[in-house]
């Protein structure tokens, strides 16, 4: 074996709403990336366990979300392998509900997550984090360990409030405030169907502040299933519309991360 | 990944799992894929890998997912309890015996049961996914090659010599290829430098597995075990039964005994290494017929605690034979690694390597004496004559 340093990008699926489709992107992008053969892990911070749930992994972490900060290489101890190839877990804890305070007790709060991050870099090539829906320093201390913040926004009147709120974010310099941070939204849960949904989408994608990628994952059933299959969409129903919808979105932020490694592979 | 730990069985081995396992857990098994096991959560947590042996046994090789080692330990022990046998079981050389059995009738009946050892590890080692067993087969061969040598008086002298010369022939064809794999896991993890290294090891590895796959497959190969079963079963019939097995077994381990401590008190600070390396190879013959022999007909206490200062000295001497090997092949690679590309980096970094082996080789010489001093203790010489005379 080889120990080779990785390039490795940590990506996170956040926004300030629930209920966007953070957890569905995280767990089928960290699928994707698995599948195309990189070592990949995903953190579940959020304490309602969506994720860890959907990988069938037991939402306990020995030591709780304290524990985790306070030792920088106790992270390793915890993870555990999905059922996928290549894919391992991280997984949430009910005491991530106490994350913030926990963080509040370092001389550095938002910089922690990415200290307990980079003993894992060795590892794998992508780390996903599926973020609570909130703004807190559990928030800033993602952004400070992201190399890209992945977005879902509803192209609905209210969930397009949160997106801009985000924007505000950045505006201000809190997110995306370290060198070479990405910010990218994506539509989802979008109904190409609804007039209110294409508005929202054309005036979103007028702002100049972020990024909005090109694909928009649909509204569908097989992404509520995956509460019932317990498995990315790409598993059960890979020819389903919002299977290929998330192959194609995996493919334009792989292109965006690793511009080099796109190029050389087209 | 956990150690790698196999179970034997004869029966369908998807079904015994299935049977040992508590009802929560669910078990599967796609065609000609590894068996499944999923917890109650129906979380995928241990993978079984299967191999079919000759005669339809079967080694099972199970494989925790990360996070999941204890609850695997758990199914291990399930499965134990089930009635599958583990490997430590199963690789278990030493047979019944008494100690006015005829020698040549027991020294038959071990001989067998490491030919079936020797046997059952063929397939994984054609297979070459687990160097283990390569490891466990050539375990048998030297043990078997040892009761022949050692254990002379049971057989006719042209019997033996046939005997060992088969044993012989197959302890050379998978020499190269184990070499080369304790190698490779000795430099593990390999830095960046020493990568044009691990690659041309990787290489050699390749074709030493190649030609040994060869060999394997060969006639002779094939009919090797019939043939070694047969000229075991003709050598005890033809032997005559002059002497007990007891009686030789004691015989020979104070010889091998009195030898070691005659060689051993011979070195010196300043002595070559392969005079540390024949009192290895004499170490590893008492240890067998210690294990073979000594436990299943002398005191076994006793027995135990030669053993246990036996082995101290054992890992000594392997250290430092594994070091001066090591070494040597690195130095004879230096030529070829040199024209690799990254290749005059990797020799520095070789340099490194062989540098470091040869200082755990200097640190193995120097804790040789108080591991020697102990194996040759008056009390240890006292307790091998009161056991064995």
Redesign the interface.
Known sequence: ????PRDTRVIATYNIKGGVGKTSAAVNLAYLAAAAGHQTLLWDLDPQAASTYL????PKVKGGGRGLLRKRDSARD????T?HERL?LLPADFSYRHLDLALDQFKKPAARLRKVLAPLRADYDYIFLDCPPSISLVSEAVFEASDALLVPVIPATLSSRAYEQLEELTRAGKVGRRSGTATFAFFSMADVGRPLHLQVMERLRGIDQLTVLGVAIPTADEVELMGEE?NPVNVFAPASAAAVAYVALWTEIERRLRPAAASAGS | MSARGELFTYADAAAQVRAALPPSYGVTQAPNGPIDVRDERQKLVCRIQLRVLTGGSQWLTLAPLRGYERKCDRIRCWLEHGGVHPSWQWKQARVPMAADDPANVAVARVLERLLEIQQANLPGVLAGEDPEFLHDLRVANRRARTVVRQMDAAFAPADAARIAAELRWLGAQTGPTRDLEVLLATLDPVTAELEPLRLLLERRLVHARAEMTVSLRSQRATQLDSTLTRLVQEAAQRAPAAIGVAELAGARIRRLHRRMVRAGGAISAQIEPQVYHELRKQGKELRYLLELFGLALFDNTAVGELIAALKELQDVLGRHQDCAVHAATLRQLAPQLAAQPGGVGALLATGSVIAGLEARQAEAREHFESSFNIFASARQRKLVARVFD
Not at chain 1, 78 to 81: E, L, N
């Open positions: 074996m080889t120990n080779q990988f069938r992994v037991r915890h993870i555990k392998a059922d391992d317990r």
